[in-house]
């Protein structure tokens, strides 16, 4: 058996990732070597490794837990959905090509054999691999090409451990049923529980776990609580990470008396590194909303266009619903719009696809017209850590595209903005992260502010980005430390036998 743990999940979002993300860390601190693993993800969040791999975002950060360095055999399988039928495969962190959704029977046996093979390469140099899984173990429909969920603990000897969100309820039908579905070779890997997301009194669960025990035959091994304000790079671009839970309630995003910075950002379908905007969000009087809505873009003091894995559709998906036209009037009006990659593409005069890269076929649009650029889709895809400077302030951040910008010779004014340009009101780079490094963050939102003609300041005594992830990732370790059956966990990952 190898020294390790899969952490399954009874429905996607259960806290697989974060839950993960907290063994690392608690392993860590006992001096414990210790590697992150999910052998394919499906996201739109990634992230680019230091040897210029790509890989999801959420190992990415449960690498940073570890305290080691990530690298492509952390989640050697990333899909990238481009449409609801058809994904772009990342294997081993470089480009490998397309999958549609007839192609998954034929396809996957490559990808499964490169994940069993970059499962046991980390094995062979870390003292314990903690796998995440994918959705559920119980999609059994999905079971004969699996190799990230019941197909992996099978394949390399995996115990496998169950998490369930409590806060969405029948987490203990949920879990009774998650193995009552699964075939006896793949229960015999089922060796407990773990319940997430609790509030209230623990005594009034306890029957219902001792009932889920007597039934399972497998022990409850602790309740995590609801953590409030912990929320970690996620795989699920669309959810724009656990803080807009709170920030996406119906709101019109004016600031509040004038000292409030309220930040706008456009909820595309396909949305991709939406984890941009998470260190906007962290940042003390800056209040960010996700949103589909023309009347909260109009009013926000800051829209932001994310980046987007579709961003000819998402474009056509924003004049489908008068988007384009409030963020044209805004700037019109002086106000400020920021765009990210693909956001960044889609404020160009032009945005021309010859290769058909993002679609089947050749095409070129118009662009909102907002910056002097046009863009051309590469084959290529381009990856890299850029490093650089705004202000005097040292900026890192990472890139991950194919549409390459290009000044246009029209004689708009317009200044360098990282690896972008700002015309006026208009700001836009290809560089994700950037936002990450406070100094950066807090001096473009203070000029931000100042042509929103909002008196937001930034609070130089606030905590740091990377020192708030740190943070957060202690706290999921003190959390699993104080209330889940450690002794139990150290056999099962096979370093107390």
């Known amino acids: 058996m190898a020294k390790g743990l899969l952490v399954a999940g009874t429905t996607s979002d259960a806290g697989k990732s974060l839950v993960t993300a907290g063994l690392c860390r608690w392993l860590a601190r006992q001096g414990v070597s210790v590697a992150p693993f999910k052998a394919q993800n499906m996201s739109n969040n990634s992230m680019v490794c230091a040897d210029g791999s790509e890989i999801g975002r959420a190992q990415w950060v449960q690498a940073v837990a570890c305290g080691v360095v990530p690298e492509a055999a952390m989640n050697p399988v990333l899909l990238k959905p481009g449409s609801d039928l058809r994904s772009h495969v990342v294997l081993m962190g470089r480009p490998w090509g397309k999958l549609e959704a007839g192609e998954w029977a034929t396809g996957r046996k490559v990808l499964a054999q490169t994940a069993f093979e970059a499962f046991h390469d980390l094995s062979s140099r870390f003292d314990v691999v903690i796998a995440e899984g994918a959705g559920s173990p119980a999609e059994i429909n999905l079971r004969e090409g699996d190799f990230v969920n019941m197909g992996l603990a099978r394949a390399v000897d995996l115990p496998v451990v169950v998490v369930g969100d409590i806060d969405r309820g029948g987490v203990l039908a949920a879990m009774y049923g998650t193995l009552a579905l699964l075939d006896a070779g793949d229960q015999a890997h089922i060796r407990g529980w773990i319940i997430n997301k609790f509030r209230g009194d623990l005594s009034l669960l306890e029957p219902g776990l001792r009932m889920l025990e007597e039934r399972t035959s497998r022990p409850v091994l602790g309740t995590l609580p609801f953590l409030y304000d912990v929320w970690l790079d996620g795989e699920d671009a669309l959810a724009i990470s656990g803080w807009s839970g709170g920030s996406s309630a119906a ?247």
């Open 251 to 497: 709101s019109t995003a004016v600031s509040v008396v004038g000292t409030t910075l309220s930040v706008a950002v456009v909820r595309f379908p396909r949305v991709s590194n939406a984890t941009d905007v998470d260190a906007l969000a962290a940042e003390p009087g800056v209040d960010v909303r996700v949103t589909a809505d023309p009347d909260v873009v109009a009013r926000a003091d800051l829209v932001v266009l994310p980046g987007s894995r579709a961003t000819l559709s998402d474009l056509a998906w924003m004049r489908s619903r008068g988007l384009d036209e409030a963020v044209l009037l805004r700037v019109a009006a002086g106000r400020p719009v920021l765009g990210i990659c693909g956001g960044y593409q889609m404020l160009a005069d032009s945005i021309e696809d010859p290769e058909g890269v993002e679609h089947r076929s050749a095409q070129t649009v118009a662009g909102l017209g907002l910056l002097p650029i046009r863009v051309r889709f590469d084959v290529d895809k381009h990856l890299g850590q850029p490093v650089g400077q705004w202000r005097g302030n040292s900026v890192t951040a990472y890139a991950i595209h194919h549409g390459v910008a290009s000044r246009t010779p029209d004689g708009v004014e317009a200044v360098p903005f990282l690896d972008g340009w700002q015309s006026g009101p208009v700001w836009g780079t290809t560089w994700h992260g950037a936002f990450e490094n406070d100094g950066f963050r807090r001096a473009f939102l203070t000029e931000v502010a100042s042509q929103a003609g909002v008196r937001w300041r930034a609070d130089p005594s606030a905590p740091g980005f990377a020192s708030r992830r740190e943070a957060m990732l202690d706290r999921l370790a003190d959390a699993i430390d104080e209330h889940l059956d450690t002794a139990a966990l150290r056999r099962l990952v096979g370093i107390d036998v």
